[in-house]
T-cell receptor, first 116, second 112 residues
């Protein structure tokens, strides 16, 4: 399996809702990422997990809460979001960096989120 | 942190012509430079990458060059085809963590 999968594909939520985005990979990768991508903009890094531990948090608001239950799964829990959080949320995975070598990141198809 | 600049923001070429997209980066610790192609509504897909110990890499119609001294790298697409139309992103990643930064993107249109 050489793919990163994400569910759901689309999500509409109100500002008081709680929802979760899910990401899965079975490539044996030990680094997993969440990115946010607004229309006509590049992906912006949100979180990085390395060996199931949070290694990078790009000052993301606490209404976004990541979780890495195991090396194949990555969740993003959403609570009390704002309309400006509407975007495409991309998950990616890679072999972890090490020995001075950074590895290629492979992206999932994304979840298109609309906050009303 | 790393800052990646990408030019041009839009590029229109005739089918069969070449296209060149250029990026500069700021962090001398960056040593991995991938290029992603993103079609409308789809995921970014890696098309080619280069590491700092290499100056040039080619894969069929696509090539990437890297000048570490000047901190810039470029994507070259030859014999462009309409299916090459997409947004292309360059990125840079340091050797010691997974903090990859993207350029702003180039919208390439190949006219038949």
């Amino acid at each position: 399996d050489t793919e990163v999968t994400q569910t759901p594909k689309h999500l509409v939520m109100g500002m008081t809702n709680k929802k979760s985005l899910k990401c899965e990979q079975h490539m044996g990768h030990r680094a997993m990422y969440w990115y946010k991508q607004k229309a006509k903009k590049p992906p912006e890094l949100m979180f990085v997990y390395s060996y199931e531990k949070l290694s990078i948090n790009e000052s993301v608001p606490s209404r976004f809460s990541p979780e890495c239950p195991n090396s194949s799964l990555l969740n993003l829990h959403l609570h009390a979001l704002q309309p400006e959080d509407s975007a495409l949320y991309l998950c990616a995975s890679s072999q972890d960096f090490g020995r001075g070598r950074v590895e290629t990141q492979y992206f999932g198809p994304g979840t298109r989120l609309l906050v009303l | 942190g790393e800052n990646v600049e990408q030019h041009p923001s839009t590029l229109s070429v005739q089918e069969g012509d070449s296209a060149v997209i250029k990026c500069t980066y700021s962090d001398s610790a960056s040593n991995y430079f991938p290029w992603y192609k993103q079609e409308l509504g789809k995921r970014p897909q890696l098309i080619i990458d280069i590491r700092s110990n290499v100056g040039e890499k080619k894969d069929q119609r696509i090539a990437v060059t890297l000048n570490k001294t000047a901190k810039h790298f470029s994507l070259h697409i030859t014999e462009t085809q309409p299916e090459d139309s997409a947004v292309y992103f360059c990125a840079a990643s340091p050797y010691n963590n997974n903090d990859m930064r993207f350029g702003a993107g180039t919208r390439l249109t190949v006219k038949p």
